[in-house]
């Protein structure tokens, strides 16, 4: 089958592979329609090539349809049409009981010391081959893969693998209160999301903060109020036009959707690139205990939140050395909510809202639909934010 490779920073493949196959009685088989570019596949592009070996299949929003199921995944069949979430969770073990399937026992990756097992993201999430792929073997897939109906294009139902959940999850741990004001920081596919799944909650003001002008038009045209980093010289401008905005306390809660590679964070990035290009023995040893991450907007939204706020952090974060503002963010009682979204933790409540009526515009949300043989073009794109991209599919 034709899978996209990684080779090396800013280098990905379209290779010959071997097909996958059924190895537990818990695996299927699904062949892949559709497969998301995410933001996070950049960090491999980019940051964290020394966890990266080459050869690793890419990707972690896919869904299709079963083409086979082992002995021990009575729910599917041949034909089923299957959403797959980006973890690999079993769903009847303490973490899943307790709806963290991202933490799930029966998958953490125990020898790095890490949570449950993600599809096509680095050795240290158990290096699992990835969707971006003809076919994908899916571990535990009595409990994984999403059924959703025929006949619907993949646009309505592909973003349960990693977009709709990651961005329900963000605002499920921002806690707005009804009525009450958000600012997303990161007009991405999350941060888009984000801003689209607060106003449907009843959120009364979103504030949303990107320099990118496609992702801020996106935004507007649903009703967001946006803002334009370009247009400020500094953070403090910024935090200042919106907390006038908010009787000049700041929004109640803020999600950071940018995650590790911020702009604005010089130092950060030089060691991030620093890393990357030492020999991935050395640089994944210097990663994994003295890493840090880009943190400008991390920071923004701390000084921004109102006191008693909740900043929920969606965009990853990777760093082991990360200096914080520990004062401040007890000075301001400031909650803070962060991890990999929950998948089906949150698909059952999602799945209603994903109608002919499309309240969320999961319909027209990709920017870009292309054949997965365009792979390396589409992440140059989307890494360089040329032609418009935001969202991006891969078409097997």
Known sequence: MKAVTWQGKRDVRVEEVPDPKIQEPTDAIIRVTSAGLCG????????LTPFMTPGDILGHEPMGIVEEAGAE?????????????????????????TGLPTQCETTQVTGEGMGAALFGYTRLYGAVPGGQAEYLRVPQAQFGPIKVPDGPPDDRFVYLSDVLPTAWQAVAYADVPQGGSIAVLGLGPIGDMACRVARLKGAERVFGVDLV??????????????????????????????????????PDAVIDAVGTEAHGSAAA?????GAAILPRAIGGRLAERFSVDRLAALYTAIELVRRGGTISLSGVYGGMADPMPM???????????????NVRRWSDDILPYLTEEDPLGVDDFATHRVPLADAPHAYEMFQKKRDGAVKVLLKP
């Open 327 to 341: 004062l401040t963010l007890f000075d301001k009682q400031i909650q803070l909510r962060m991890g990999q979204a």
């Open 40 to 47: 996070s596949d950049l960090h491999l592009y980019e940051v």
């Open 73 to 97: 995944v009575p729910g599917l069949k041949p034909g089923d049409r299957v959403v797959v979430p980006f973890q690999i969770a079993c769903g009847h073990c303490f973490m899943c009981g």
């Open 269 to 273: 990035k030089l060691v991030q690139q």
């Open 213 to 250: 002008p496609e992702r801020l038009r996106r935004a507007r045209e649903r009703g967001v109020e946006t803002y334009d980093l370009r247009s400020f010289d500094n953070e403090k401008e910024l935090v200042a036009a919106i907390r006038d905005e908010t009787g000049g306390r700041g």
